[in-house]
């Protein structure tokens, strides 16, 4: 940086172009047509990958594929005090896990690396010393203590916070002076002149007079680290990236980036910009939500598809809205010039819908039905260990029934399946006064001479069952027996039973009475469908296993 600096020391030139200047045709992003299509996709790893990151990554993805071009993936790793541990790795994880690997990344290399900016310091360095020697940068002496004091006036006068450009005007004997002093100043790039129109590709025509409302933003900080600034158009530029598909917030800093193109005398690339992925209420996603990380939904056992495929039916892009499109389709239908302005509300309570759609895809194939039933045992081995009782649960014949249940099976709220609850009779006896008696009468009935339980039949049965009680309602035998059951006060969507006459040794929920716990789903269940709970009772000898439903 020292050495740099000296040069500040000869005779300024004003700021200029270090190449050819573009002209207003060529700032307005008119790139070759014949270029290799490259995109990148540059997150910060200061947190691991959500939804809003994945959207972003999948549009690039889809564009280059679309276009036979290359997807990046470079780790903006600048700002080293907000480094989260593991972010990395999970980014290109989570990535790996959706179905779009990147072509180039920190993991895979390629010919344009490193892929972190961290491990690219000597490029921004002599982006920095062009720019110091056109006299469109300069160094900053001032302290964070005045710098604070700027902000704190501005916001007292009710204004915008900006950089006063006080160290633009400093003699050289000045910068001499305070080199002496401070060999590491920062370095700030000169905003002059009027920034270049462009046409972003979503957005259209725009042009954003930075100087007017800016100070000069620091681009190279006294530790040698960029800020985003000169990083993104440093890199873009040397990793020969053709289009930049980037969210919406950096609209307005695209004319600094253009100033900056403009005074190094590099082709920029075309720019667009896309709308925010919102809540389905319209407030921005926030990583204070947990259910917004891809792990979770990995964890939760939902299909990367499912998840590609909502995030984009939420928005645009494409000639339809329409849900169970694959990521070959999404390739094929993709169209960034549909992609319009408006922020997509996204519905993750649809996600259930969504899942069920690719689930019944994929277990239509035997191959990847096996697939996922490994995938879903690895999952509950994960979740459970040491509470699962009975391994018999793992069993594959078990899995594969319930592969066809739903999303997260994995989840607390679908523990059932998998463990037996921990219920109590204080928790029942607060349900009804009659769990004895409600208890006896259901495994009467299912132990009951030549019984053949169909649906209906059951139905009727239980319904006959609650009015043989005065005083119960059948709503209260049914909500003791979803509890005895599930351990659940409220039902979910869809649940389910199966029973088996298997051997087990059956272990008692209610005392005196021998139940154990579990469950499988049929696929054909609709929400609004009555709630089905699952259990194995001691089965009379020469039973058959079948499906059991419980309202």
């Known amino acids: 940086m020292a050495v740099l600096l000296k040069r500040l020391l000869h005779p300024r030139r004003p700021p200029a172009a270090l190449g050819r200047p573009l002209g207003r045709r060529e700032a307005s992003l008119d790139t070759h047509a014949e270029a290799a299509v490259r995109v990148r996709f540059a997150p910060s790893p200061t947190g691991f990958l959500h939804l809003g990151g994945l959207r972003t990554a999948l549009y690039n993805y889809i564009f280059a594929k ?23 790795e999970n ?48 160094p900053c002496f001032c302290s964070p203590q005045r710098l604070e004091l700027l902000k704190r006036e501005a916001l007292r006068n009710r204004q915008t916070p900006r950089y006063d450009n006080r160290c633009r005007s400093l003699s050289e004997a000045q910068v001499a002076q305070k080199l002496a002093k401070d060999p590491k100043p920062a370095i700030r790039f000169h905003l002059e002149g009027e920034a270049p129109a462009f046409q972003d590709l979503v957005y259209g025509w725009n042009r954003h007079e930075v100087a007017s409302v800016e100070g000069d933003p620091v681009i190279l900080k006294s530790d040698g680290f960029p800020t985003y600034h000169l990083a993104c158009v440093v890199d873009d530029h040397h990793m020969g990236i053709s289009h930049v598909l980037r969210g919406s917030e950096w609209l307005v800093s695209t004319s600094k980036h253009l100033l900056l193109y403009q005074a190094l005398g590099w082709q920029p690339p075309c720019f667009a910009h896309l709308p925010l992925l919102l809540n389905r209420d319209g407030s921005k996603l926030s990583k204070r939500q947990g259910d917004i990380f891809l792990e979770h939904f990995a964890a939760a056992g939902f299909l990367p598809d499912a998840l590609l495929d909502i995030i984009t039916s939420c928005g645009s892009g494409f000639a339809e809205n329409q849900m169970g499109r694959t990521l070959p389709e999404l390739i094929t239908q993709f169209d960034l010039t549909r992609v319009t302005c408006h922020s997509a509300l996204l519905d993750l309570e649809k996600l259930p819908e969504f899942n069920r759609l690719h689930l019944r895809r994929l277990v239509s194939d035997e191959t990847q039905r096996r697939q996922l039933v490994g995938k879903l045992q690895a999952l509950v081995e994960e979740a459970f260990g040491s509470q699962l009782q009975d391994r018999h649960v793992l069993d594959a014949a078990y899995v594969d029934r319930i592969i066809l249940l739903r999303q997260d099976l994995v989840s607390p709220a679908h523990s059932y399946l998998w463990t037996r609850p921990a219920v109590g009779r204080a928790q029942l006896g607060a349900v009804s006064e009659k769990v004895d008696v409600i208890a006896k009468r259901v495994l009467g009935l299912l132990e009951g001479p030549g019984m053949s339980l169909t649906q209906d039949m059951l139905n009727g049965e239980l319904k006959k069952l609650s009015e043989g009680l005065e005083g119960t309602k059948h709503s209260n035998v049914m909500k003791l027996l979803r509890v005895a059951l599930s351990g659940q006060l409220d039902p979910p969507q869809r649940v389910c039973a199966t029973f088996f006459q298997d051997g087990f040794q059956p272990r008692g929920l209610w005392d005196g009475l021998s139940i154990t716990y579990y469950g499988v789903c049929p696929s054909f ?22 499906d059991l439903l419980i309202f």
């Open 66 to 88: 679309k276009h036979r071009g290359s997807f990046i993936l470079r780790l903006e790793d600048t700002d080293q005090t907000r480094l989260v541990p593991g972010a990395a």
């Open 91 to 138: 980014i290109e994880d989570m990535l790996e896990w959706a179905g779009i690997p990147p072509d180039e990344s920190p993991r895979r290399g390629g010919p344009a690396g490193p892929y972190l900016q961290s491990q690219r310091l000597a490029l921004y360095a002599q982006a920095t010393e062009a720019l110091l020697k056109s006299g469109a940068a300069y």
């Open 525 to 546: 269940l609709t929400p609004k469908e009555p709630f089905c709970a699952c259990a194995m009772f001691p089965l009379p000898q020469g039973w058959e296993m079948y």
